[in-house]
Structures are given as structure tokens and as C-alpha cells.
């Protein structure tokens, strides 16, 4: 086999799956992480992310002796960087992560090594990172465009799993593997095919940069479509979960679901590395973007005007999380929700986040308490659902009882077609 031993730069969500399911197909592999704990703790055979499965394989993995963390890079046959690459408060990429860990790597690489990037990137980023290695290595041959036959091969794979079910995906889901010669694709093809079993495409470096962009930025926009038709259903006072149901039964239509805004680290982050290339040429994404930033306020505005002229309501707002059944708060609408009616005068604001035993300090400060469904469903004077969790959806009846509901995920109106 070509590749022996693999070194994965990037403990996070991606690179300890990859790292765990590269040692379960028998290759030695080195987990490297910037941070202590999250190399003790996958020393031992833990997991620090909530994520199915992830704790058996990774534990299986470190029990077989074939992974093991480090808290920097070592010589390897490949290299394979998932960092994160967050956005600055000016929405421009922040790519220090990335430029860190191939300063990290530089040094121990030696001729023959593959270095593959699948941190989400802005477009040219792979040649960036390319330039920068030889830069740092004038000893090696580094890939030129139309020129092949480098010491050192290097190529773009973004990763495309989806957080639930990222153990199943990174094996069944395609992917996109964009070398920065011919030669860098196909010696990439060939360590992904030791892991994945869905079809490895092969590209070049910038196509699959933008690939993964435009696969975020699609769903973003999708999803702002649904968000922008919940906005014009409410000032018709018409039911939009009503139009969606019966616009979806056309062929050709598949509108997706509104909700409070989108949240998450990928789909609100990655449409502006597209903006950020090409401001000019994206007024979609843009428009997109600020529809579904625009959405909690629009649904904190619904839970202000539903309890006028009470005197200090209870408000229960029902999830936090970005999606169900996670307990991921970061980046969630449902928390801008709930920060924005801690400041309704004269509310007080019950939370119900049944994968959560204790509420974050700033929205604890804020004056939120947390409290189970049963409490919120008995002393609220109005409900909120910002997140489609599925004991809400056990419990529609008991919520759908109450008598003023803001229902951004639809859980009542979709019970009720179910059931027509
Ligand atoms: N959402 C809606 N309405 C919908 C669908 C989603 O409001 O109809 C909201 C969710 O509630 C959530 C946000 O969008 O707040 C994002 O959730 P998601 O489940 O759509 O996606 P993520 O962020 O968990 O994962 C995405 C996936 N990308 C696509 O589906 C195109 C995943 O495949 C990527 O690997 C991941 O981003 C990533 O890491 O980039």
C-alpha cells in the first residue's frame, strides 16, 4: 500500500471521524490538535463532540493501537488538514488555522508525501497553501498547474458530511477531489479510496473549492426562498406551511423548510467565502444572507405583538439548538430568539432544551431559566417553537392546547396535514 501512515491536523468534527475510520481500514494514523484536552482525551479512547457512533469508532480505533493524538505533526505518507475556517465580524474568511497547520506541517514533509486540504476554503486557497509549503521548503519540488512530476503532491477534497450523521456519510457520500496537478488528483483518489465507498470525482484544486461553497451557499438560498415566503405568509395571513404542502406537489417544485434563521457553523458562514471573492457578482447570496439573518427578529416581533397588553407574560421558548435533537447551541437562531425576548420589557422567559442540563451564562444573565416542557406548557402564557426536537413533536397536542403559539418549525400546522 502507498499510504502507511496518515497524520490528520485538526481534532474537530471532521478530521477525528476521518482519522478514526483511516485507523478502522488499517492505516497508522496520527491525530494532531493545538488543543491538550482534545489530545488526552482521544488518547484515551474519548470523544468530545456529540456525534452517533463517533464514540465506538473512535475508541475501537485507539484501542487497535492504529490511533493515537499528538499535539504536532510527525512524518507521514499523507497529510490531511480540517481546521476550522471561520468568518470575522466583517463576514471576510479567517484562515489562520489553516496557514497555522501548514506551517505545522512544512517541515516534516519529505518527498512522495500528499498533502490534501478539506477545510471549507475560498477559491484559490490550495495554491495559497501550496506556494506557502515551498516557500518554507525550497528542498522539494512543490506542484505547478500543467507542470506534474512534484515531490510533493497536493490537492483540495472538501469534506460534505452532515452533522448526525457524519460516520455514514463520510463513507457513503461522494466526493469531490481537486488536485493541483493530474497527478496530485489521482494519488488523492487513491488514500480516499481506502475509506470511502461512494464515487471519488476527480477536478481540479479551484472547482472543488467553489463546489463546496456553492453546495452551502445553495442551501442557504433555498432555505432564505422558504424563510422570504414565511415572511410575505405572515403579512397575508396565510399558512405557510399550507402553500409549501401544496406547492411541493408540483414536479417540478421542492421548497424547503422556513424556520427562525439558519444556524449551524457552514450554511450561514460559507455563502460570504463566495461573497467575499466576488462582491459584485452575488447579489443572491447576499440578499439570501440577510433574509435569513433577518429572521429572528421577524419572530421575536410575532412572540412581542402576540403577548401586547398582557401583564408580565410568561413566554416559553421551546429549543435552542440549530437543528433537532443536537445539543449544538453555537450560531443558533433559536438563542438570538431567545436573547432578543429577554429584553421585551416586563417578560418572563422560560427555555425548554431537553439536550441541554444547564443553560450557557449569558443567556442564564440574560434571565432565561431552564425548564422542562411540562413546566413551561403549565405557566406560559405563550409558546414559541424554534427548534423541531422530536419530544416537542411527541408532545404537538398538549402545545398545540395552548392559546397564543408562535410555530416557526411548522410542528403543528404538518401534524395537522399528516393527519387530513
Ligand atoms: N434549515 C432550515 N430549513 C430547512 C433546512 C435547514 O431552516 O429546510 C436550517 C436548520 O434548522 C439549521 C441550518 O439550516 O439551522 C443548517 O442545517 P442543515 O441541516 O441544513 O445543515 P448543516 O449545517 O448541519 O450541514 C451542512 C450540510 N450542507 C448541505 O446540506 C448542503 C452538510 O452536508 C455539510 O457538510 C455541512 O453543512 C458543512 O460542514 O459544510
Redesign the pocket.
Known amino acids: 500500500m502507498k499510504f502507511k501512515k496518515v497524520c490528520v491536523v485538526g481534532l474537530g468534527y471532521i478530521g477525528l471521524p476521518t482519522a478514526a475510520l483511516m485507523a478502522s481500514r488499517g492505516l497508522e494514523v496520527v491525530g494532531v490538535d493545538i488543543n491538550e484536552s482534545v489530545v488526552d482525551s482521544v488518547n484515551r479512547g474519548a470523544v468530545h463532540i456529540v456525534e452517533p457512533r463517533l464514540d465506538a469508532v473512535v475508541q475501537a480505533a485507539v484501542g487497535s493501537g492504529r490511533l493515537r493524538a499528538a499535539p504536532r505533526p510527525e512524518t507521514a505518507d499523507a497529510f490531511l488538514i480540517a481546521v476550522p475556517t471561520p468568518i470575522t465580524a466583517d463576514k471576510a474568511s479567517d484562515m489562520r488555522a489553516v496557514l497555522s497547520a501548514v506551517d505545522a506541517i512544512a517541515p516534516v514533509l519529505k518527498a512522495g508525501d500528499l498533502v490534501v486540504l478539506e477545510s ?1 476554503s475560498p477559491v484559490g486557497t490550495t495554491d495559497i497553501i501550496n506556494q506557502r509549503m515551498a516557500a518554507a521548503r525550497p528542498d522539494l519540488r512543490f506542484p505547478k498547474v500543467g507542470v506534474d512530476g512534484p515531490d510533493v503532491h497536493v490537492a483540495y477534497c472538501p ?5 448526525g450523521k457524519v460516520i455514514q456519510e463520510l463513507v457513503s457520500n461522494d466526493r469531490a477531489i481537486g488536485g493541483m496537478t493530474e497527478a496530485c488528483t489521482e494519488l488523492a483518489t487513491g488514500l480516499y479510496a481506502l475509506f470511502v465507498e461512494g464515487e471519488l470525482v476527480a477536478t481540479r484544486a479551484r472547482e472543488a473549492e467553489l463546489c463546496k461553497l456553492a ?2 451557499a ?2 442557504d438560498v433555498n ?1 432564505a426562498y ?1 424563510n422570504e415566503l414565511a415572511n410575505v405568509c405572515d403579512s397575508q395571513g396565510v399558512d405557510v406551511w399550507e402553500v409549501i404542502r401544496l406547492a411541493n406537489r408540483h414536479p417540478r417544485v421542492n421548497i ?2 422556513p ?1 427562525p434563521g ?3 457553523h ?2 450561514a458562514v ?1 455563502p460570504w467565502f463566495i461573497v467575499e471573492s466576488a462582491p459584485d457578482d452575488t447579489p443572491v447570496i447576499q440578499a439570501a444572507r440577510a433574509v435569513n439573518d433577518g429572521r429572528p427578529h421577524r419572530v421575536v416581533e410575532k412572540i412581542r405583538v402576540m403577548v401586547e397588553g398582557l401583564r408580565s407574560p410568561v413566554v416559553a421558548c421551546l429549543g435552542l439548538a ?2 433537532p435533537d443536537i445539543d449544538d447551541l453555537r450560531e443558533s ?1 433559536a438563542v438570538d430568539v431567545v436573547l432578543e425576548v429577554a429584553r421585551l420589557p416586563g417578560v418572563e422567559l422560560l427555555v425548554v432544551e431537553p439536550n441541554i442540563n444547564q443553560l450557557p451564562a449569558h443567556i442564564r444573565a440574560a434571565g432565561a431559566e431552564l425548564v422542562d416542557l411540562e413546566t413551561a406548557l403549565s405557566r406560559a402564557d405563550a409558546v414559541a417553537v424554534l427548534v423541531d426536537h422530536t419530544p416537542f413533536r411527541q408532545n404537538v397536542d398538549r402545545i398545540a392546547a395552548k392559546d397564543r403559539i408562535v410555530d416557526t418549525r411548522g410542528i403543528l400546522s404538518r401534524t395537522v396535514s399528516a393527519v387530513l
Do not use: W, Y
Not at 159 to 163: F, G, Q
Open positions: 471549507t469534506e460534505r458530511v452532515l452533522p453546495e452551502n445553495f442551501r432555505i422558504a424547503l423548510n424556520g439558519v444556524g449551524g457552514c450554511i460559507d440549530f437543528k437562531p
